[in-house]
């Protein structure tokens, strides 16, 4: 493969050129988020609202190659639950980083056998994400969450796992803040 | 390891935390531009002007983790030739990508069978360096050239060969314009 030049037009929250544009509305999280019976509310309301939308840019699957792109979730709550992206673990050994160019949101991470871990992001932020651990991003801002990310190619994703046994903890708003809870559905390996 | 949080501190240039930091000074380079009289005769007044620095942050060495930081190159020129990073080529099949932050420059490359590329770099833009391609980055603007790096932990960095051979061209400043001409000491392989 060639050289190449990619733009991440923060304005539009777009990537100049990509190989996968993907849209994830509400109808498409139904399983997601915990309060199932307001997004059925929602939805009968013929309200589909777009929770996050991703660009990709993907050079090539083979192993020493990067991904590249830009997410963007948009501010809401179903019930309490922050807007947030379905999350994945990686089927092969393969880091991810987080770099935040807008906004407010959690990096929330987790392993199979049962450890947690979060990192706040705001703009000029980059969160980690280790080999092995699972990864959601919420937005817990009130304005779009905005960040560019970057991952080995051959990484493989696991969307599978997290729609079976969720996430071992919930990012909600309480009281007036961001609050980590218990995951009451949370079925751990 | 666990999950972590960096910062890119564009104001100071600077990542926190990192696992290495490092100052290129004019003296180091004395091997790689041009005009090496004029090299001579810039340290002979004393002067050692800082050329460029680079802060990164390495999680683990091991496969599938990604290193990443922030490079600034600073303005100026030896003779008509642009300040640039020495470059290298990785030593596994291991991609690079640059993210420019701030000011404007050129992401020069090329493989050891003799094939060029360049990408012009501004705020926005991200340079692709695929997997086998040696690479430099040049300030081709007035002011700081900054931008945010990230490859395969496990690339390995072969120096050697850019300080033997050499880049097949070299960015200078001509006739108001920014020009690739051949370098004459370039040495194919």
Redesign the interface.
């Known amino acids: ?10 304005e539009h929250r777009a990537v100049r050129p990509f190989t996968r544009k993907k849209e994830v509305r509400l109808s498409e999280m139904e399983d997601y988020f915990l309060d199932t019976d307001e997004v059925v509310r929602i939805l009968s309301r013929g309200e589909d609202p777009l929770v996050y939308e991703y660009y990709e ?1 993907s ?2 699957g ?5 991904n ?1 792109g830009l997410t963007t979730i948009y501010p809401g709550k179903v019930g309490r639950e922050f807007y947030m992206t379905k999350g994945h673990y990686h089927e ?6 987080y ?1 935040c160019l807008r906004g407010h949101g959690v ?1 929330l ?1 987790q392993t199979t056998d049962g450890k947690v ?5 705001e703009p ?8 092995g ?1 699972g990864h959601r991003t919420i937005n817990t801002g009130n304005e779009e969450f905005v960040f ?1 990310f ?3 190619s051959d ?1 493989g994703h696991d969307y599978a796992i997290v729609k079976e046994r969720g996430f071992a903890k919930i990012v909600v708003h309480e009281n007036g803040r961001v609050e980590f809870v218990d995951n009451p559905r949370y079925k751990r390996a």
């Not at 000029?124 to 080999?131: K, L, N, R």
């Open positions: 493969m060639l050289p190449d030049r990619v733009i991440i037009d923060l840019y050079p090539s083979s192993q020493g190659n990067l590249l092969k050994d393969a880091a991810e980083l770099y990096l991470m871990s979060f990192v706040h992001l000029g932020s980059v969160g980690y994400v280790p080999v651990w560019f970057a991952y080995p990484a």
